[in-house]
């Protein structure tokens, strides 16, 4: 079993729609989880983070956090074109002073126009 | 503010060459991290400098040494490239248990 575990896609929306991206984590002593994109051939980007259970709500972003089922979501409204992309899912482990990110292997998600 | 940098961008080596890539970052950050992407994988850490003159061994540390030049800059070099070594790398720097910010990266090729 992988640390971190994302459905590679592609998940294909059409535009205006809600898009779902989860991600499911091992270490139950997880701390911090972030979401990043990646444009195909560029870095990743930091969309958001979060460390508490529940929704934490940027724009058009939105993070959901469920320690007890381990499991971290995205969810994008309002998809538009500009949002295909590959999206990572990130978790720093608990314990130890170190700021070391597990990262899934992305979702790749296409909005259709 | 530039960020993260890194240079090269593209770099083509043969079995056996030897080079170093660059990273420096401007945002006053603690730690910072060397990553390679590949295919099906995802990022695997490769080694990471929790502060200046520290180094520590991530995910995937062989056939790679680094060095923590000073705070700003964070070196990795390979001393015997294989094609195994083929990959998109990047560094990338943060706080120290905050958001990981990312270079451009370098496209290296190893024939």
């Known amino acids: 079993q992988k640390e971190v575990e994302q459905n590679s896609g592609p998940l294909s929306v059409p535009e205006g729609a809600i898009a779902s991206l989860n991600c499911t984590y091992s270490d139950r002593g997880s701390q911090s989880f972030f979401w990043y994109r990646q444009y195909s051939g560029k870095s990743p980007e930091l969309i958001m983070f979060i460390y508490s259970n529940g929704d934490k709500e940027d724009g058009r972003f939105t993070a959901q956090l469920n320690k007890a089922s381990q499991y971290v979501s995205l969810l994008i409204r309002d998809s538009q074109p500009s949002d295909s992309a590959t999206y990572l899912c990130a978790v720093r482990r608990g314990g130890g002073a170190t700021n070391k990110l597990i990262f899934g292997t992305g979702t790749l998600l296409a909005v259709q126009p | 503010n530039a960020g993260v940098t890194q240079t090269p961008k593209f770099q083509v080596l043969k079995t056996g060459q030897s080079m170093t890539l660059q990273c420096a970052q401007d945002m006053n950050h603690n730690s910072m991290y060397w990553y390679r992407q590949d295919p099906g994988m995802g990022l695997r850490l490769i080694y990471y400098?929790?502060?200046?003159?520290?180094?520590d061994k991530g995910e995937v540390p062989n056939g790679y040494n680094v060095s923590r030049l000073n705070k700003r800059e964070f070196s990795l070099r390979l001393e015997s490239a294989a094609p195994s070594q083929t990959s998109v790398y990047f560094c990338a720097s943060s706080r120290q248990y905050n958001e990981q910010f990312f270079g451009p990266g370098t496209r290296l090729t190893v024939l």
């Open positions: 400098s929790a502060s200046e003159g520290t180094t």
